[in-house]
């Protein structure tokens, strides 16, 4: 009989840490994600580059962002990912899943993000879910800073509609 109790327990918790590696689902959309984003700068192991300083291939990518989709934009619109998100606000910093399928199959790229004074960071890691936006030479964590370009189409007619109020002449 302790051999099955064992044994249960044993495959409960690998189901459980199987179905928490995988990303879920989440209710907690975060719409100030949502608009045009156009990359500024990226830092890893501790450098910063940013304008001029950025690898050519880089320079004008965009990332397009609407509810749970992702549109990746580099070399002035000439090449497109498109890619789906999952975001958790709950977490301290925000989660954000970035799934890319090709050919069949989709990896998912687990990082942490911020939107602070008009400004995304994302940090991202190849192999695990950075935990901070630090990067130095121990980590494989890449920081990309992004500037709003524009805002969700949503937003852009609320603030074009005319006021109700009048206006003095």
């Known amino acids: 009989m302790r051999t099955l109790f ?5 495959s409960l918790s690998v189901f459980v840490n199987a179905w ?13 994600l949502d608009g045009v984003w156009l ?22 990518t965009t ?15 000439t090449r497109q990912l498109n890619l789906s ?10 989660h954000l899943d970035i799934t ?3 050919n069949g199959k989709s990896r998912v ?7 602070k004074d008009g400004m995304l960071r994302i940090a991202e890691n190849a192999t695990e879910r950075p935990d901070s936006f630090k990067t130095d030479t121990s980590t494989r964590t890449m920081v990309t800073t992004y ?12 603030e074009a509609e005319p006021s109700d109020q009048p206006t003095s002449r």
């Not at 064992?6 to 044993?10: C, D, P, Q, R």
């Not at 879920?24 to 100030?32: N, Y």
């Open 63 to 77: 990332r397009t962002i609407a509810g749970a989709e992702m549109v990746l934009s580099r070399g002035g619109g």
């Open 20 to 32: 928490a590696d995988q990303p879920q689902e989440s209710k907690r959309q975060d719409p100030q």
């Open 39 to 60: 990359l500024k700068s990226i830092e890893k192991s501790g450098e910063k580059v940013e304008g001029d300083g950025l690898p050519e291939r880089m320079r004008g």
């Open 85 to 94: 998100i999952v975001v958790d606000t709950s977490r301290k910093p925000k």
């Open 100 to 102: 890319a399928e090709r």
């Open 109 to 115: 790229l687990k990082c942490v993000y911020e939107i």
């Open 147 to 158: 500037t709003r370009k524009s805002k969700p189409a949503h937003q852009q007619t609320r």
């Open 6 to 10: 064992v044994g249960v327990v044993f």
